[in-house]
């Protein structure tokens, strides 16, 4: 694991709500990332169908689109979002983990853009997408 991967799998460990959400990184390096989210029950945001709620969703995938700038080889260092679209596409199905893969796969001098897409058992069906936008740490 190089320094940066490294950097960025230990900062992702340390955010309070990472731990709370249960976020595990899966894997990570050269501008990719990929992390899982156990199904919580404390997550839910529709008792009546068991449905995590998109908070939850959105907050991984944020998580994870960060990780990928920080392990992008041209990527000084730390990161931040600057801007965030997320379009749901379906419920998550209830019981079943929800996973976020994201690329970085442009940097300028100031901006990384980032693609996300989240899944649960369903891999061929989105959960969410999302591109954002994020800060690139002066040298």
């Avoid at 230990?10 to 990929?34: D, M, N, R, V």
């Avoid at 442009?106 to 969410?128: G, Y």
Wanted: overall charge neutral.
């Amino acid at each position: 694991m190089t320094d940066k991967t490294k950097i960025a799998a230990q900062f992702i460990q340390a955010i309070p709500h990472a731990k709370a959400l249960g976020l595990q990184l899966t894997q990570i390096g050269q501008g990719e990332a990929e992390i899982t989210m156990p199904y919580n029950e404390a997550l839910i945001g529709d008792p009546k169908t068991g449905v995590i709620h998109g908070g939850a969703v959105s907050a991984m995938m944020d998580t994870c689109a960060g990780a990928a700038v920080m392990s992008h080889p041209a990527a000084p260092g730390g990161t931040a979002t600057i801007d965030l679209r997320i379009d749901y596409m379906r419920a998550a199905t209830p019981g079943q983990a929800i996973t976020t893969k994201a690329v970085c796969y442009h940097i300028t001098r100031n901006v990384a853009f980032v693609r996300a897409t989240a899944t649960d058992e369903d891999t061929e069906r989105p959960v969410a997408t999302a591109s954002g936008a994020f800060t690139v740490e002066k040298r």
